[in-house]
Every structure is written in structure tokens, then in C-alpha cells.
């Protein structure tokens, strides 16, 4: 009995991280298509949370970070060592700050600016520690593909705050980030690893 509720909780769980997942990316999708008098190229994705329909991109965001917390605590039950609770700690401070950028508009700058980088950053972190002590995770070669992404993508943001560079726009490689965040959110969600029956 206690078994057949353990599967329950875990299938609600898993359902809950993928409808997230899908709103995240139903929201990021819509809001381009409402905003059309915004930049695709230019404008970073958090400016389409303000104004017309923001409340879409708002729940968006708070989804990214429930979806991200729901895969963290299937991380918690998969865990082995003291490595993987690193991983998950990393996981959830990225949904924190994807809650952060929720909470706080765009105009509300350091709060706001402070979440986004620990998404954006902290994000590729906790797949790049889930490739190197994870081998046997069914989705390593997925996770590691959107892991080398997702750090190039902050590592070129950072380059531009800098002012290294001025290869391409802030605001697209912003979006390319957080499209392969949704993408990996979603497919995660939807193909996640099952904990082992005890």
C-alpha cells in the first residue's frame, strides 16, 4: 500500500513538472506573438512580462521555477552521494531565482537582475555537476548537449555585460538560453527517471 502511494506522489509530481514545463513554454511562445510591437532580436524576455498580457509570461516564470523544483526533488530521490545534493542545491537555488524574476518586474531592477542570473547561471551549473557525477542518467547525452548550451549562452551574456564583445544581441542570446532551459524542462519533466522500487 505504502508503495502504490510512493508511485502516486511520484506520478503527481511528475505530471505537475510537465504541465509547468508546458505552460513556461506555451507563455514564452504566446508572449512573442501578443508583443509583436517588441524586438525579437533585441528585446530581453523578461520586458515582455510587462504590460499587455505579462501575467502570462509572470506565470511563465513561477512554472520555470516549480518545474525546476519538482525535477529537483526527483533528483533527491534518485540521489547517491554527496555530490548529487550539491546538484539539487544548485537546481534550487536556479528555480529561486527564476521565482525571483517572477516576483520582481523588470523595472525592479536588482532584485529582478539577481534572480535572472542565478537562473541563467546557475541553471547550466546544475547539469553540467548532474553530466560529470551522473553517468547512468537515461537523458546524460540530452542533459549534456543543453548543459554546453546553456553555458555558452551565459558565458556570451557575460561577455557582453562586459563589453568584451558585440558579436550578437543580448537580448537573442538571452532567449536562446531560456528556449533550451524549456526545452530541457519540458523533455526532463515528460522522460524523468523512475525511482527504483526499495
Same mark, same amino acid.
Given at each position: 500500500?505504502?508503495?502504490?502511494?510512493?508511485?502516486?506522489?511520484?506520478?503527481?509530481?511528475?505530471c505537475l513538472a510537465v504541465i509547468a514545463a508546458l505552460w513556461f513554454c506555451f507563455s514564452i511562445i504566446l508572449l512573442h506573438y501578443v508583443r509583436d510591437d517588441l524586438s525579437l532580436w533585441h528585446t530581453t524576455l523578461s520586458i515582455y512580462a510587462v504590460g499587455p498580457?505579462?501575467?502570462?509570461?509572470?506565470?511563465?516564470?513561477?512554472?520555470a521555477g516549480i518545474s525546476q523544483a519538482l525535477i529537483a526533488y526527483r533528483?533527491?530521490?534518485?540521489?547517491?552521494?554527496?555530490?548529487?545534493?550539491?546538484?539539487?542545491g544548485?537546481?534550487?537555488?536556479?528555480?529561486?531565482?527564476?521565482?525571483?524574476?517572477?516576483?520582481?518586474?523588470?523595472? +525592479?531592477?536588482?532584485?529582478?537582475?539577481t534572480g535572472?542570473?542565478?537562473?541563467?547561471?546557475?541553471?547550466p551549473l546544475s547539469l553540467l555537476l548532474r553530466v560529470v557525477l551522473r553517468r547512468d542518467d537515461s537523458l546524460w547525452t540530452f542533459s549534456a548537449t543543453i548543459a554546453l548550451l546553456c553555458s555558452l549562452g551565459f558565458l556570451l551574456m557575460l561577455g557582453d555585460g562586459m563589453k568584451i564583445f558585440d558579436l550578437l544581441s543580448f537580448g537573442f +542570446?538571452?532567449?536562446a538560453e531560456i528556449i533550451? +532551459?524549456?526545452?530541457?524542462?519540458?523533455?526532463?519533466?515528460?522522460?524523468m527517471p523512475?525511482?527504483?522500487a526499495v
Open positions: 500500500m505504502k508503495q502504490v502511494n510512493k508511485e502516486k506522489r511520484d506520478r503527481v509530481c511528475q498580457a505579462g501575467w502570462v509570461l509572470t506565470l511563465g516564470f513561477y512554472s533528483y533527491y530521490q534518485l540521489r547517491s552521494s554527496t555530490g548529487d545534493l550539491l546538484t539539487i544548485v537546481l534550487v537555488l536556479a528555480a529561486v531565482g527564476a521565482i525571483l524574476v517572477a516576483l520582481f518586474p523588470y523595472p +525592479i531592477k536588482l532584485p529582478h537582475n535572472a542570473v542565478m537562473q541563467l547561471g546557475l541553471f +542570446i538571452q532567449k533550451c +532551459i524549456a526545452l530541457w524542462l519540458l523533455f526532463y519533466s515528460w522522460l523512475v525511482p527504483q
